[in-house]
């Protein structure tokens, strides 16, 4: 008996809310203050989770977080991206709208669903707005969504993540603005965790290339900072044939962080790979560095050698690394004497 009522109280308590309460939190999206609609915004994730297991509170939360993605203002938009992947995780089922029913393309998750009562996850809803999200004319919003869109892959799963986020991905690959790609290159992990990085590493190459090549000496650094992880993902062979020589290019930048860098990922490349690799393909660039006329560029890769020793089986180091450390010690420059 007990237990009835308690189930009862359950229910009314869950109805009161629903009914009076969802309502109020759902208006604050039509707010004429952009500041309200921020918060809201903001704090979106929050408030889906909070009623996550009430029934059907999730068909009047998801229309009005997707009215949020399409806000007038920016800082709105971009608010709400930055909750994108929090509120994919809720795993309550929605309806589909019926602008995306019975349609075939890339912004609809299922060409099957022309039922009225179809049911899908808050995810595969979601997913439909990514694409629309990489043409925002705002590149916050964009540089928003490239450091969450991948997070929906684990939530998507193998095949959603393929016909469905792996497009808007490849866009975001593609995007004119820097600090996007670089977002997007920076949160590949969730992705290959799902799907590998294979469908990606055509268009991964040419936006790291771009970046490589940034005007800010910042986002070249990130892009450094970041090529460990991408060799993993990426594997040797693919590696070493499109992006081993671009590595030790950077030991010539102008900065002198990105020189610093650059020997540190020499030798972060040299623990992934192995000393075989750094001898076949960083080694032989690395000695052309010695002859240089920039006593800079002379003695990074002075460091680099150094740092890459410390990676290397004994004997190899001293075989392969000692003797050019030897040679360049005898650098007219006494601060490459000193270096190592």
């Not at 399409?70 to 809720?90: G, H, I, S, Y």
């Not at 602008?99 to 996850?121: A, K, M």
């Not at 393929?162 to 975001?172: A, F």
Request: glycine share 4%.
């Amino acid at each position: 008996m007990g237990g009835t009522l308690d189930d009862d109280f359950i229910r009314e308590g869950s109805g009161i809310l629903v009914k009076r309460i969802l309502p109020l939190i759902v208006s604050t999206i039509d707010d004429r203050s952009w500041r309200v609609r921020w918060t809201a915004a903001s704090k979106f994730a929050e408030v889906v989770k909070s009623f996550a297991d009430l029934p059907d509170a999730m068909d009047s939360l998801v229309p009005a977080y997707e009215k949020l993605l399409q806000d007038p203002e920016a800082e709105v938009r971009t608010a709400a991206t930055f909750n994108l992947a929090d509120v994919a995780k809720c795993k309550a089922k929605v309806h589909l709208p019926p602008r995306v029913r019975g349609l075939d393309g890339p912004d609809t998750f299922s060409p099957q669903t022309t039922d009225d009562n179809e049911l899908v996850s808050v995810a595969e809803r979601l997913v439909q707005r990514v694409t629309n999200l990489t043409e925002d004319d705002s590149e916050n919003v964009r540089a928003a969504l490239a450091m969450v869109a991948t997070e929906l892959a684990p939530i998507l799963g193998k095949d959603a993540t393929i016909h469905h986020l792996v497009p808007p991905v490849l866009l975001l690959l593609r995007d004119a603005t820097s600090e996007v790609r670089l977002n997007i290159i920076s949160s590949l992990s969730a992705l290959n965790e799902v799907i590998g990085v294979d469908l990606l590493s055509q268009s991964l190459l040419p936006a790291i290339i771009d970046l490589a090549q940034d005007g800010k000496w910042r986002i070249r650094l990130a892009i450094i900072q970041h090529i460990p992880l991408l060799a993993k993902q990426l594997g040797k062979d693919f590696f070493s044939e499109k992006l081993s020589s671009l590595c030790v290019t950077w030991l010539g930048d102008d900065i002198s962080s990105i020189r610093q860098a650059a020997a540190t990922n020499l030798k972060e490349l040299t623990a992934v790979f192995g000393s075989e690799f750094a001898i076949n393909f960083l080694l032989p660039s690395i000695a052309d560095i010695r002859q240089h006329n920039s006593y800079l560029r002379r003695l990074t890769a002075v460091r680099a050698c150094a740092l890459m020793a410390t990676e290397m089986e004994p004997q190899t180091a001293r075989t392969e690394l000692l003797p050019m450390v030897l040679e360049m010690a005898n650098d007219a420059v006494s601060n490459k004497t000193h270096c190592y």
